[in-house]
């Protein structure tokens, strides 16, 4: 015999919730003390509901983290925004981001001024919300294997960000999808890849990536970058880092710009 469990929604719904609305007019019939504390309590939330749908951005934040579980650094590319819109000014009115849960951080993008977003997301969507199939509908945002060429023109994007997505792919493909990445981009390819060493969310991980993330050095990288022929962008770090250091930021992740081929 098998054993469904119980959905917690159906069983409050099923009449758990009807004693406690009857107790409340109860008591509250008696006590006036008691409708105007709930009045205030009404007030409270109405007005942290309006506060927190205002929220913008920080809200953004929350959702990606709570999406991955753990370390992201697609959930840094919106931390670092600020300092990415210091260092790339005009070249982040057109952006593709690579990596998961792209739904997140495109719709935050979208609410920036001057900014249009696209959006790759690399693996299987599974449980989305509704405004991410949205976004899906419309083409914004697509699921497609970063193995194989890119469904773009070349220099389609001013801009690249990929968080998270590198780390799961090994140097043969490496070899294919990075010099894509450049292809695709015009003022250049920004990098968030996770630290060795760091904690990543492990359930599911394996399944849903096809193998664990291989989180490399930045001497790994780098030497990775020479051999591909792609150069590194020296005013871009500059400026970054000029940013970074201004407001206190400090990146979880590693950060890497890359120029786009001429
Ligand atoms: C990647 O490409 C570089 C240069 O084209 C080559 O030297 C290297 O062996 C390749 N690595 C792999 C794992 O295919
Ligand atoms: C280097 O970065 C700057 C932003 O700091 C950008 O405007 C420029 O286009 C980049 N160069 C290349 C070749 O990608």
């Not at 977003?117 to 509908?137: N, T």
């Amino acid at each position: 015999m098998s054993r469904r469990p119980v959905n917690p929604t159906r069983r409050l719904g099923d009449g758990g919730s009807i004693p406690f609305v009857a107790t409340i007019q109860d008591k509250s019939r008696n006590s006036p003390l008691l409708s105007i504390g709930l009045v205030v309590v009404g007030a409270i939330l109405l007005i942290g509901y309006c506060y927190s749908s205002s929220g913008g951005a920080s809200s953004g934040i929350k959702d990606v983290s709570k999406l991955e579980g753990g370390a992201s650094c697609t959930a840094e590319v919106l931390q670092a925004l600020p300092v990415l819109k210091k260092a790339y000014g005009d070249s982040l009115h057109k952006v593709l981001h690579v990596g998961p849960d792209s739904c997140s951080l495109v719709s935050s993008l979208l609410k920036e001024e001057d900014t249009e977003a696209w959006g790759i997301e690399p693996y299987e969507l599974d449980d989305v919300s509704a405004k991410c199939k949205k976004l899906v509908r419309k083409g914004v945002v697509r699921v497609a294997d970063i193995k194989f060429p890119l469904p773009y023109r070349p220099k389609s994007f001013s801009l690249v960000i990929v968080s998270d997505a590198l780390d799961y792919l090994s140097p043969r493909y490496l070899n294919k999808t990075l010099p894509e990445l450049a292809r695709v981009s015009s003022d250049g390819i920004v990098i968030f890849s996770g630290y060795p060493g760091q904690q990543r969310a492990r359930g599911g991980e394996v399944a849903k990536f096809g193998r664990p993330a291989k989180l490399r050095s930045s001497s790994w990288w780098i030497r990775f970058f020479v051999q591909s022929s792609l150069e590194e962008n020296e005013s871009a770090i500059k400026k970054f880092e000029q940013a970074s250091t201004k407001r206190a930021y400090k990146p979880a992740c590693q950060v890497f710009h890359l120029k786009s081929y001429p």
